[in-house]
């Protein structure tokens, strides 16, 4: 029997997590919600999607579109058996406050919500044991998501002492035309270090520094990282290990992948909505200096915590190991299969 | 028996004509060259495309990259009914005189050559019947293009006195890292007109004025339009007028169309590359002060060719009439099924 | 007797203004307001103006910072015969009924209010007759300057029949940290006409159609004309008209002015904070098609309106003629001397 | 007597380097060389510099554009006793082999040109002494006098054991409309480390690694430093330190300096061309983690080797102490004399 996973909030993450889960044979998907009765409501009713409203107060604001809705987040968690909460920033904990608790229902929530929302935060590869059976679930952000698995490898294989990382985010989403910068570097947080730092460590137990800074682009996030590791190893021996994660693409400048533009040129052609769901790193990046791992990999901040959300559903209800549930959730998303 | 097809240039234009071609019952891709042994060539290879060097000094770079090739441009031909030439601007006329004349194979040209490279400059809409068994027909530029389409059905429609056209050009394409703006706004060409009119009377005899600008976006070039009319019209006669043709798609900023950003993230969704093969239009743009129509299009750069390059094939053969080659282009393209 | 000027919002406009108001010899800064005591707080005591809190409840805020104010803006008016509101959009209507009607004194409002918070909107070239001895007046915004100048100059040589115009619009100023476009065109209205063509009407009478885009840049307006013209005109004639108006700066392609990161690039040479008072023109733009005379103009947001609000003040006390008070503002801001 | 002066190539540097000159007592400009005769060519007449062509077939085009030249670089350097080389990446180390050798005169190269172009790379700060009396310097580039400037200061009183930076570079100058990134992030070099660390190297013996990107703005580099300590410190330990300097400027995120679009605001209003010559260092990002000193620091590219080209001039002359000089030179440009 599928489990019965309602998507609050069929917004960037939500809208992917809808199609991921609908690419699954052990659930599916019983309802989004939208609050606005835009193209992307069209969209979700297209794919096949059952609308609700994501507040009472909306369903009118549907009627009035044209769009008939099912009814409101309340019924939609009644028929469901866990809901990822999609909501924006700080919406998820009210949501849990408002409509989880009550209802007595499993939920996910996304890394824009702080630690305490949820018994565990994840990653799938660095702690999924630790979300079995677990009615709160907290996916990590984007920029974590990529800082631990990456960090996770090169400490299963190598040993980590210390880890610093330069962030440097794009400003806002491709969708956005509300918010942004134009010619211009903030550094964002001023204060060092920033919180991407501490929130790795609410997953993996790792010495890390971080500085972030947001920059006029949309595509990708970058980071630049250095990692003092405890064992010896060669470019080679990294690569070696990276090229062993399917949620890790390792991709060569030789190729023409020259800059993030490149690379996102190269997801147009291969993913719907040219989705990536693996942390990029470029190979020639890849260098030891006195025993410090340098490299540079680029975050895909829409899809890269997909695969998480997916991920972090088995382990709730306890339906697959850690390595079945990856295994699944990579075939059925296409990841792994891709340019090495 | 299919139309054997030689793309030559597998790069933002080639590597959609070819894809397109793949999606016809009557005609078929037999190669693609590439210059760079780079992602895209690899592309090419694993989506069936038999690879060959664009010219003969470039097989060693191939093998060298450990990437085999059939052979050069030059064999290609050999096996080919008509060559799609998406060479950089220029290539293609040098192309012309030191390929396909000697061959006396069949080209297609895009909108970069200069309009003598062929008998005819192209828009199905517009002109289909001046292709029929000609040997040289160029597809006019993305602009052109977009201009045409518009203009034919409003001059079909309420007829055209005289057009004032302001282009505000994306300055790269997405994949682009080498040129570029940064905040900035250049007038390109700084004299007036444009050569943008001249070349929408090469395929369409309209009275029409232009001025070009570039603005630092990679994603649509918007068209700001003026256009006196010959006939009374109301802004729901125009909308009946272009809601008829596929080719033209027409948004609502009540659905959430705000920007380009809007519509390029609903391209994301619904196409492979987020290709949009049509003229995007606003309804609420459409207005009619003193008998002249005011209207924005945004025109999507690299795709919106692409049915054009196809049905200029059928004609070029003579296997379709205007009227049925648009249709089974549109249907397998999935143009016309979209958002209205 | 000096006029004393308040300078109510000492941001980007308020901060031209009070320079601008130093360097005349018929009034002078009696002080400035801010609401933050940022750098430009600091700047604002280093070059002697008299600091005030923009609210009360701003004392305070300023006291902690360690910079003391005089007063609050209601002690400021007190001393003042005129204020010029440089606060945010509708916050000078506002302002208008809470201090200057309660304290009788003039007012000076920026285009961001609506024409009714004044008796008259105002350009110097256009109507400075008509704010003679009024109270409170309205000087149009940047755009709508740009436009009065130009098409007031072109009218009364060649008389104008119509305007149509396309506003390629800078989407925040060049300090703006919070708000953008990233990778973007919006159409901003997406409704035809956009607001700017019945601003320019407030001064002008001409018939007016404008369209209005936002991309991502900071440095400057782009607009591109189409007038149709009373009496018949060449390109040197338009050439010959513009140059008389030391308020338009003509510019040439041919003298590496290629665009306007080349005018603004040229603007910080010459000026202080590279401020341009003048509308730009290419001369290379400059052409006459059918009797229809089309040019491209860069409008500097930011220093545009400056000696408008000074020739507002001499008009509003009646001490200057039109031709009197344009050349002094002229020589006193250096306008005229630059580049043609 | 005044040191006689050549400024070979007015553009970005030159043109910033000659009114450096200008300002001094102890030197004078004799004439600056254009390669086109454009706006700035027009300038650098206006503000009394003699202009030469760059190259000697280049007379005509100046003649043509209707702007007497005094002769070209040859005829120049026969009159001057140094010259400043501010030509285009390698163009500086033909212009040694072809003029200055020949002609056997003294001569500064910038940091585009290889170390060996010269006997000495030079920062005032760090070596002045090595380029006394030398007959060819190097003033290292922006991004390396930024981070020698920095290191040294921190050497000299805390020691320094290791250096980890990362460099967000703007992607052109304000100035440029020919190249650019729209919409992205490009590591530059690809592969770590970059040249940077090696080119402090030739100024400073220090142990350091860099990694570098370029992002979509003009306007400043971006450094995020990470330093290893030999002593114990606390973050106001640093700031005393670096408060010391004139040529480091502190600001603070509470004063409203949240991102570079600010610091170049401040940077207008106080400055001829918006130019600082400082590095620019937030107070709030300093922070010592671990006996780490971690920081961020903003480098304006266009500006920050004036002063270390004046420096240059004087140490090759021995006519000035390093104290001596870098006191006059501050003095003359104004620095030192601004926020902190």
């Given amino acids: 029997m599928r489990i019965k996973v309602a998507v609050h909030g069929y917004g960037t993450i939500g809208k992917r997590v809808a199609d991921a889960v609908k690419h699954q044979e052990d659930m599916k998907v019983i309802g989004v919600t939208k609050t606005k009765p835009d193209y992307e409501a069209r969209l979700a009713i297209e794919r096949g999607y059952e609308l609700y409203a994501a507040t009472p107060e909306k369903i009118e604001v549907f009627k009035n579109a044209g ?13 469901a058996d866990i809901v990822v909460d999609c909501s924006p920033k700080k919406v998820g904990a009210e949501n ?11 939920a996910i929530f996304q890394g824009g919500e702080k630690k305490d929302v949820a018994e ?7 702690n999924y044991e630790q979300a079995i059976e677990r009615d709160y679930v ?9 800082l631990v698995r990456l960090l996770y490898i090169i400490n299963q294989n190598f040993g980590v002492n210390k880890v610093r990382a330069t ?19 903030m550094p964002d947080p001023i204060t060092i270090p920033s919180h991407h730092g501490p929130d790795v460590q609410t997953v993996l137990d790792v010495d890390i520094t971080t500085v972030a800074f947001k920059v006029p ?16 190893a060669k470019p080679e021996d990294i690569i070696e290990a990276l090229r062993e ?29 040219s989705d990536l769901f693996e942390n990029v790193i470029w190979k020639e990046s890849i260098a030891i200096i006195d025993n410090e791992l340098y490299l540079t990999q680029a975050i895909p901040q829409e899809a890269i915590v997909i695969p998480e959300n997916i991920d972090a559903i088995r382990a709730m209800f306890n339906i697959a190991s850690k390595e ?9 998303l296409g990841i792994g299969k891709l340019y090495s």
Same sequence: chains 1, 2, 3, 4.
């Fill in 67 to 79: 769009i008939s809705v099912k009814g409101t987040i309340e019924d939609l968690i009644q028929e």
């Fill in 96 to 106: 849990k406050a408002k409509y989880y608790e009550k209802a007595g229902i499993k």
């Fill in 120 to 126: 565990v935060s994840f990653n799938a590869l660095a």
């Fill in 138 to 146: 907290r996916v990590v952000s984007c920029n974590t998501t990529g």
């Fill in 167 to 185: 962030l440097i985010r794009r400003v806002v989403d491709p969708k956005d035309d509300k918010k942004g910068l134009v010619n211009n570097i």
């Fill in 217 to 232: 682009t949309t595509r990708m996030h970058v980071h630049s990282l250095n990692i003092e590791l405890k064992q010896q």
């Fill in 245 to 273: 994660e399917p949620r890790i693409m390792l991709v060569s400048y030789e190729d023409g992948f020259t800059s993030i533009a490149k690379i996102m040129e190269y997801a147009r052609e291969i993913r719907t909505r």
């Fill in 324 to 332: 079945e549930s990856m295994r699944l959730t990579n075939e059925t």
